[in-house]
Antibody
Framework: QVTLKESGPVLVKPTETLTLTCTVS??????????VSWIRQPPGKALEWLAH???????SYSTSLKSRLTISKDTSKSQVVLTMTNMDPVDTATYYC????????????????WGQGTLVTVSS | SYELTQPPSVSVSPGQTARITCSGD??????AYWYQQKPGQAPVLVIY???ERPSGIPERFSGSSSGTTVTLTISGVQAEDEADYYC???????????FGGGTKLTVL
């Protein structure tokens, strides 16, 4: 059974850096066919893709947030970490991690399954 | 940046067919995917690679593609299908993923 679970702070202050961890089970982060993505959803709003990382350490970031995001992985711990700097109240959202299935010979794919998500509130 | 456009809402009666569209310039070049999200839950993949259905997804869910528009069709809609549906694809260069704005399906 494949599962992903997000962990991190529920409350961060403006200007602080958010660090989220995704712990996966049921698949390996060294599998070339898949990786892990982060996606967020502000309350009542649409999904927004943030970043992904594949087994060969290939990374991609949202163009609008690229300067604030860093994604990394620890294969031995089955964990993927996302950091987002300079947090603002507009970054209040549920943050999901999901397994990304790579479309062969590309750097993109689709998301299945998803973690349960973690709500992060940005407020002083 | 690249955008996918969905209608904000679609309403159908039980047993009828619901069609949710998603438009984007790169769709002739990139696959589309569809997710169902019920209130308080994480999204679930219902269609991948334009028209493939994952195991466990009912046969009433189907996907199609024509030019710059992809369509999720739910045949014989049931009350349990009421949810938000999101399309997802990638930019034309295959650099990053993007989601549509979501469509709220209401079963009357």
């Amino acid at each position: 059974q494949v599962t992903l679970k997000e962990s991190g702070p529920v409350l961060v202050k403006p200007t602080e850096t958010l660090t989220l961890t995704c712990t996966v089970s049921g698949f390996s982060l060294s599998n070339a066919r898949m990786g892990v993505s982060w996606i967020r959803q502000p309350p009542g709003k649409a999904l927004e893709w943030l970043a992904h990382i594949f087994s060969n350490d290939e990374k991609s970031y949202s163009t609008s947030l690229k300067s604030r995001l860093t994604i990394s992985k620890d294969t031995s711990k089955s964990q993927v970490v996302l950091t987002m700097t300079n947090m603002d109240p507009v970054d209040t959202a549920t943050y999901y991690c999901a397994r990304i299935w790579r479309v062969p010979a590309t750097a993109i794919g689709w998301f299945d399954p998803w973690g349960q998500g973690t709500l992060v509130t940005v407020s002083s | 940046s690249y955008e996918l456009t969905q209608p904000p809402s679609v309403s159908v009666s039980p047993g009828q067919t619901a069609r949710i569209t998603c438009s984007g310039d790169a769709l002739p070049k990139q696959y589309a995917y569809w997710y169902q999200q019920k209130p308080g839950q994480a999204p679930v993949l219902v269609i991948y690679k334009d028209s493939e259905r994952p195991s466990g997804i009912p046969e009433r869910f189907s996907g199609s593609s024509s030019g710059t528009t992809v369509t999720l069709t739910i045949s014989g809609v049931q009350a349990e299908d009421e949810a938000d549906y999101y399309c997802q694809s990638a930019d034309s260069s295959g650099t990053y993923e993007v989601f549509g704005g979501g469509t709220k399906l209401t079963v009357l």
